[in-house]
Structure formats: C-alpha cells, structure tokens
C-alpha cells in the first residue's frame, strides 16, 4: 500500500464561490488591509463580514 498524499480533508470544506465585482480602489484598500495584517484578501474580507455581523446583533 503507498502513504496518502495531499492535504487532509476539511471538516468544514469552502465550497462555495462569491464572484465580486470591485473598483481598483476598493481592491487596492483589501490588499493593503490584507498585507498590514498579515492575512489573505478572502480571510480579510471574512473578518469584516464578521464584524459587521456583531454590530447587527
């Protein structure tokens, strides 16, 4: 038998997509955002979703 190679599988995969439409501004200000703390654009954007989520509730 040959070892598994790969990542491991998600317990919660993201399978789903979001297709945005952005001015080179409003992408510029994720970027920089993004590169200031250290984490991918999707993961920044994901941060403020949550925020914004907290504030509603």
């Known amino acids: ?13 993201r399978n789903k997509g979001l297709n945005l439409r952005l001015t080179e501004a409003e992408l510029k200000e994720i970027a920089e955002c993004a590169e200031k703390n250290g984490k991918s654009r999707t993961d920044t954007i994901l941060d ?10």
Request: no cysteine.
């Open 48 to 57: 403020g979703i949550r925020l914004l989520s907290k504030t509603i509730k």
């Open 1 to 13: 038998m040959s070892a598994k190679i790969g990542r491991p599988k998600s317990d919660n995969p």
